[in-house]
């Protein structure tokens, strides 16, 4: 089992749409969770950072962690063509150590259409 | 804004070639990692380093290798490159004493004929 699961989609919603994007994940160490944006041929571009459970509110963008679950959830309102990407979930257990990691899930590939 | 610079946008080499793929970071970062990204398997962890001359096995290390010679140069080196290399390679550097996390490179894509 990976450690970290997450549907890799694809994910085609019109403009104005709610999106919901989640990942699950098997290691109960895992205290930081990100979101990572990643455009057609660039590399991945950190979007929202949550450390720990709760909610993380950013303009159009909310994360929500459930660490009781293992389940964390990324949802976009008021979708817009420019938010068509892959999104990457991350996570690691630790940020201060010097070996630290992250584990990412495969993607999710989002496109939203005018 | 941190910078991670890969050398090389697209790269086509031949079976057998030893290649070089180059990692600059300007932010002074301690850790790099080298990734490589495949359709459906998302981005995989080939080798990483904390310090200078410091290493550490990832996920997937055989057929790499890699050196740190400068803290802010990571280089992966394909040995003798096979056509199951072909991929997009992609670095990054973090900092264990920021808020903010990973930051990646452009990524390089190469294909090995």
């Known amino acids: 089992q990976k450690e970290v699961e997450q549907d890799p989609g694809p994910l085609s919603v019109p403009e104005g749409a709610i999106v919901s994007l989640n990942c699950t994940y098997s290691?109960?160490?895992?205290?930081?969770f990100m979101w990572y944006r990643q455009y057609s041929r660039k590399g991945p571009e950190l979007l929202m950072y949550?450390?720990?459970?709760g909610n993380k509110e950013d303009g159009r963008f909310t994360a929500q962690v459930d660490k009781s679950s293992k389940y964390i959830s990324l949802f976009i309102r008021d979708s817009q063509p420019s938010d068509s990407a892959t999104y990457l979930c991350?996570?690691?257990?630790?940020?201060?150590?010097?070996?630290?990691?992250?584990?990412f899930g495969r993607g999710t590939q989002l496109t939203v259409w005018p | 804004d941190v910078k991670v610079t890969q050398s090389s946008r697209y790269l086509v080499k031949r079976t057998g070639e030893k290649v070089f793929l180059e990692c600059v970071q300007d932010m002074d970062h301690e850790n790099m990692f080298w990734y490589r990204q495949d359709p459906g398997l998302g981005l995989r962890l080939i080798y990483f380093?904390?310090?200078?001359?410091?290493?550490e096995k990832g996920d997937i290390p055989e057929g790499y290798s890699v050196s740190r010679e400068k803290k802010e140069r990571f280089s992966l080196i394909l040995e003798s490159a096979s056509t199951n290399q072909t991929s997009m390679y992609l670095c990054?550097?973090?900092?264990?004493?920021?808020?903010?996390?990973?930051?990646f490179g452009q990524g390089t894509r190469l294909t090995v004929v």
């Open positions: 949550t450390y720990s459970s």
């Open positions: 290691n109960s160490a895992f205290q930081y």
């Open positions: 990054a550097s973090l900092s264990p004493n920021s808020d903010t996390e990973a930051f």
């Open positions: 991350a996570m690691s257990s630790s940020r201060g150590s010097t070996l630290g990691r992250l584990y």
């Open positions: 380093s904390y310090d200078v001359k410091m290493k």
